[in-house]
């Protein structure tokens, strides 16, 4: 058996599903870009049937991602294998059907309504019809660490007769623990006739905080590919963490000996980075390998022991994981060709439109700051990636507030080149902005969470705005927006998230039943 652990990140897929957390293509674009350069083996770029924004956005990754595999995820009917089929075929050999049916009593019984000998012919039909697409299919039988491990063993036994060249076994709620997980690995080893034809997978939830944990458990049982997201994003508690799985296989390697990722860790920075900024969820501070206070030491004791040897405390090279490096910050006088080196030095590939965008930001924060830093530029890049002949763009925005009065606002928006203007009160001078943008854009959004952060440190910072907005139809959508003013940090993100709208609903809307 072979020692490298085989990283399938599902980012783009599981991480996707998590409430808020959905990209336009263009984001897409850029967090798998970033997935190819950390050097992932697997990418899953979506659910091809759910939408066709799903089929495009696996279709072009195929088509413009080189080097990992591409998986495209489908439920064992045809119409889901062959989305899945067509959307991952540019990708050629690196094409991957991922295909899944749950296998649990519970779902059997409750969801599917389906005896064990159908659930099985799902399968293996599933399967073949997959394996006649794609010679590389994975199968998953959703909610295995809950289903009867008899059960299990046999439908394990008949995807690998069937074709699939990687049995993935999910911890679909995240309900198992590392000990039992892994003797259920090592179960299937031992039961499964044919299971050295295939390579055992794992795909663990965070419900009890053990997805990296439980992942560890069982490549050590034999389980040779570990799926999960970046910054550990996901549906619920989210899923395993993989620059976390990554960086213990690494430092732990005396633990794990031989077990390893080929995955290039002074990216995971850069690649955590892009999935929060492109995703709008936040890094918790505190988070391992990426949080701002991963290698952060503040009690007097620690510091002490750091600078007479770094090892006393610090079980990693921050460098090893792309911190450090910092570069010196433009300023308004840094130019055009500058501020776009700078920008594709932190990952993100532009177009000479995308970049003419930043600039015209980057040039209106260099007048009102000293220095504009990468943390800064970062935040600037939100508006490019929506495509700029649509949705509406801020051409300015007044506000008053006084004391005894309703505060007020006053915006001119512009969209296809004609320019609109509105006034509204508020109930504070973030509501009054949104009500004036409203009764241009025609919309009403109902805010339901709203976060500002400064994006670097003193008194001339940016201040970032990411929000979540229901527009009425129940879905969260999530608007980011930055600007030295708050006030106008917040108008901009609530704008990128009616523009969002816009660009959703021409995508179409998500596959019936899904
Ligand atoms: O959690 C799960 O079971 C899944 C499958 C589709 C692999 O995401
Ligand atoms: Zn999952």
Not at 79 to 91: G, L, T, Y
Not at 172 to 199: C, H, M, Q, S, W
Not at 434 to 450: F, H, P, Q, T, W
Request: hydrophobic share 40%.
């Amino acid at each position: 058996m072979s020692d490298k652990v085989i990283i399938f990140d599902t980012t783009l897929r599981d991480g996707e599903q998590c409430p808020g957390a959905s990209m336009n293509l263009r984001e897409k674009m850029e967090v798998a870009r970033q997935l190819e350069r950390l050097n992932v083996d697997v990418i899953e770029a979506g659910f091809p049937v759910i939408s066709e924004g799903d089929f495009e956005a696996v279709q072009r990754i195929a088509t413009e991602v080189k080097g990992p595999t591409i998986a495209g995820l489908a439920r064992c009917v045809n119409k889901d294998i062959e989305a899945a089929a067509a959307a991952v075929k540019p990708a050629g050999e690196r094409g991957r059907i991922h295909v899944f049916l749950a296998t649990s009593k519970i779902h059997r019984e409750h969801k599917l309504k389906k005896a064990h000998e159908e659930i099985l012919r799902l399968a293996a039909d599933g399967t073949r019809l997959a394996k006649s697409h794609c010679k590389d299919v994975e199968f998953s039988p959703e909610d295995a660490s809950r289903t009867e491990p008899e059960f299990l063993a046999q439908v394990v036994e008949t995807v690998i007769a069937a074709g699939a060249t990687t049995v993935n076994i999910p911890d679909t709620v995240g309900f198992a623990v590392p000990e039992e997980y892994a003797a259920l690995i090592r179960y299937l080893k031992d039961n499964v006739r044919n299971i050295d034809d295939a390579i055992i997978s794992v795909h663990c939830h965070n419900d009890l905080g053990l997805a990296v944990a439980n992942s560890l458990a069982a490549v050590q049982a034999g389980a040779r590919q570990v799926e999960g997201t970046i910054n550990g994003i996901g549906e619920r508690a989210g899923n395993a963490a993989l620059e976390e799985v990554v960086m213990a296989l690494k430092t732990r390697a005396d633990f794990f000996g031989k077990l390893h990722s080929e995955v290039h860790t002074r990216e995971i920075l850069k690649t955590s980075r892009i999935v929060s900024r492109m995703s709008g969820l936040h890094v918790q501070r505190s988070k391992a390998i990426v949080g701002e206070n991963a290698f952060a030491h503040s009690s007097g004791i620690h510091q002490d022991g750091m600078l007479k040897m770094r090892e006393t405390y610090e079980i990693m090279d921050p460098v090893e994981v792309g911190w450090g490096g910092t570069e010196l910050p433009l300023t308004k006088h840094s130019g055009r060709h500058a501020m776009a080196a700078r920008l594709e030095h932190l990952g993100f590939k532009l177009s000479d439109a995308e970049i003419g965008a930043v600039f015209v930001r980057f040039k209106e924060i260099g007048d009102k700051k000293k220095f504009v830093y990468d943390d800064d530029l970062s935040a600037l890049v939100d508006d490019s990636m929506m495509p700029q002949d649509e949705g509406w763009q801020l051409e300015s925005l007044e506000v008053s507030v006084a004391s005894g009065k309703k505060p007020h606002a006053k915006v001119s928006l512009v969209r296809e080149g004609s320019t609109k203007e509105a006034e509204a009160d508020g109930n504070g001078a973030v509501d009054a902005a949104m009500r004036a943008i409203d009764a241009v854009a025609g919309r009403s959004g109902n805010l339901l969470e709203y976060n500002v952060q400064a994006v670097t440190q003193g008194h001339d910072a940016l201040g970032e705005v990411t929000l979540k907005v229901d527009f009425g139809d129940g879905r969260l959508i999530t608007g980011k927006g930055a600007s030295t003013d708050v006030i106008e940090a917040s108008a901009r993100a609530y704008l990128n998230a009616i523009n969002r709208t816009f660009i959703r609903r021409e995508l179409g809307e998500k596959a019936e039943g899904i």
